[in-house]
């Protein structure tokens, strides 16, 4: 069965400073991933997604993920952080052969001046 | 403008008392789905549908009523709530669902007592 993993529900960085916001799937087959941002009392907008095309994938707003089949991972990062990148992240992984889109259970990002 | 549209956004209701939490899309999308969301579980699926009369249980419709008359409207029901059913509830819409974008709607907050 599909699932995704975010490690760390909360994480806190200073302005200008690197984000990275860890994901990890499994599945058996190979996956389409997505990351979805979430800001306050909003609902969640696309970031970026991986649909097995290059593996280093460029999002909305500076951000970007690198798909390792490897490590099964798809970490989201950003160089430098900004005030408004204070949200909930959300991971999601999809396969072809199913009807769903399974989503990790988010990480929080505060950006500290 | 694309965009899905839930109502109401907030809603305080008692036990047991039937309400409706409507969606609507205008983006012509076959596939609509509902997702819950509590904090530590992330979004969980509750039904979707792939296109008008034809719905299926996602991961915890217990509880939950949906229809899909019209392609663009996919309305949630609660027949009897009950105060688990308190939550963050989404409405998203999408042309596939394995490798596309979902567009998601503002969110309704329930809230039963």
């Known amino acids: 069965a599909q699932s995704v993993t975010q490690l760390g529900s909360h994480v806190s960085v200073s302005e200008g400073a690197l984000v990275l916001l860890r994901c990890n799937y499994s599945s058996s087959v190979p996956p389409y991933l997505f990351w979805y941002v979430q800001y306050p009392n909003q609902g969640l907008q696309l970031l970026l997604k991986y649909t097995s095309a290059a593996t280093l994938v460029k999002g909305i707003n500076g951000f970007e993920a690198e798909f390792k089949k490897s490590e099964t991972s798809f970490h989201l990062t950003k160089p430098s952080a900004h005030m408004s990148d204070a949200a909930e992240y959300f991971c999601?992984?999809?396969?072809?052969?199913?009807?769903?889109?399974?989503f990790g259970t988010g990480t929080r990002l505060q950006v500290f001046p | 403008e694309a965009q899905v549209t839930q109502n109401p956004r907030y809603l305080i209701t008692v036990t047991g008392k039937k309400l409706t939490v409507t969606c609507s899309q205008n983006m012509n999308h076959e596939y609509m789905s509902w997702y819950r969301q509590d904090p530590g579980l992330g979004l969980r699926q509750i039904y979707y549908?792939?296109?008008?009369?034809?719905?299926d249980k996602g991961d915890v419709p217990e509880g939950y009523k949906v229809s899909r008359k019209e392609k663009r409207n996919f309305p949630l029901i609660l027949e009897s709530p009950s105060p688990n059913q308190t939550s963050l509830y989404f409405c998203a819409s999408s042309f596939g669902i394995s490798n596309t974008e979902a567009f998601f709607g503002q969110g309704t907050r329930l809230t039963v007592v």
């Open positions: 999601a992984v999809s396969l072809s052969n199913t009807d769903k889109l399974i």
């Open positions: 549908s792939m296109n008008v009369e034809v719905t």
